[in-house]
């Protein structure tokens, strides 16, 4: 998935803050640089109205938790943001009921299977397991709070919105087109139902995570979102606190083991960033403490996960130092005196 010109570049472990602006801004441009060419990847064609988007748009966005932003490419063109709602989602309802109440009802483990499975919820005696698959996302969407499905909905777009730090658009085009073709997720949430899963209506339930999946979003839009989880819960440009920190680890845990499908651990092993896919073509990756990576490109792998999106962070990822599990060599405090008194 990863090839010698991502796995070739210089890898830099900064255990604190960005490197400067200038350097960041310069690396950003790089990456998208690099992989515009690049034409692997089909672009998502199970739900018609996806089939229609451009093959070339590639838009890359850089968040700080600060605030500063750095960008390449279309990064003004606005795509459904798909499963990635599915993390976000997931943080408002933690935020509401807690950590131990949703573990209990969704789950927080890897399937190893494709992202709409039936077979992996009867494989697990109807758990969900986990909130970023198909099935534990519409669990996730029905524990939302709300009095009826209206509010249930506009406590998301609220949520998600706030996330973002301005009001997203529901593209009615995309919903439209993903409710005449979501019978698999009709069939899921039923079965959901079944088990014991699902407390709300299986249809309804499944109309507003559908609604959900069709908020238009921008690849910056996605870098703020996910600065907000990388700066513990406060959008770095609205200043608002969206969730607690105890939630946002909650959330980036399970993006980490979860976010890319059966593909999570190479992920995980080659870029070290939580991170979530959606099949418009959109990417967020968090670098907690230090911001978000928001990509955008419709060419996907066969786990629908776009192409570009998964180089650039790749590429980023090593550049800039972002990798949860790099780090620099250890000075202890007396090597440090010792360096003092010599100069």
Request: hydrophobic residues 40%; negative net charge; charged residues 20%.
């Amino acid at each position: 998935m990863f090839e010698a010109d991502v796995l070739d570049v210089a890898q830099h472990a900064f255990t604190g803050d960005l490197p400067t602006e200038s350097r960041v801004g310069e690396l950003v441009a790089e990456a998208h640089r690099r992989y515009t060419g690049l034409h692997d990847g089909q672009v998502a064609d199970y739900i018609p109205i996806l089939a229609e988007a451009d093959p070339n748009w590639f838009g890359l966005t850089l968040a700080g938790v600060d605030g500063s932003t750095h960008a390449a490419g279309d990064t003004d063109i606005a795509f459904s943001i798909q499963s990635i709602s599915k993390a976000f989602v997931f943080a408002l309802v933690c935020e509401r009921y807690g950590h131990q109440a949703v573990h209990e009802r969704v789950g927080v483990n890897n399937t190893g299977l494709p992202f709409n499975s039936v077979m992996a919820v009867e494989l697990n005696a109807g758990s969900p397991m986990n909130p970023m698959v198909n099935a534990g996302a519409i669990a996730t969407t029905g524990l939302m709070p709300g009095a009826t499905p209206a509010e249930q909905w506009e406590n998301i777009r609220t949520g998600i919105s706030r996330f973002a730090g301005r009001y997203l658009e529901l593209d009615g085009v995309v919903y439209h087109s993903e409710m005449l073709t979501n019978q698999r997720n009709k069939a899921i949430a039923r079965l959901l139902e079944r088990y014991g899963r699902l407390d709300t209506d299986p249809l309804e339930t499944v109309d507003i995570y559908t609604r959900q999946c069709a908020l238009a979003v921008t690849s910056a839009d996605l870098a703020v979102m996910g600065a907000t989880l990388a700066g513990g819960g406060v959008n770095p440009v609205t200043r608002e606190r969206v969730i607690s920190s105890e939630v946002c680890r909650d959330t980036l845990a399970v993006l980490a083991s979860c976010g890319l499908y059966e593909r999570s651990g190479e992920w995980l092993f080659e870029i070290g960033l939580p991170a979530k896919s959606g099949v418009a073509g959109g990417i967020v990756a968090i670098s907690p403490g230090k911001g978000a990576l928001g990509t955008f490109s419709p060419r996907l792998d066969p786990a629908g996960n776009s192409v570009r999106g998964q180089r650039a962070c790749a590429y980023l990822s090593r550049a800039l130092g972002l990798n949860l599990f790099a780090s620099s060599v250890h000075q202890p405090v007396a090597a440090h005196r010792d360096s003092a008194k010599g100069a």
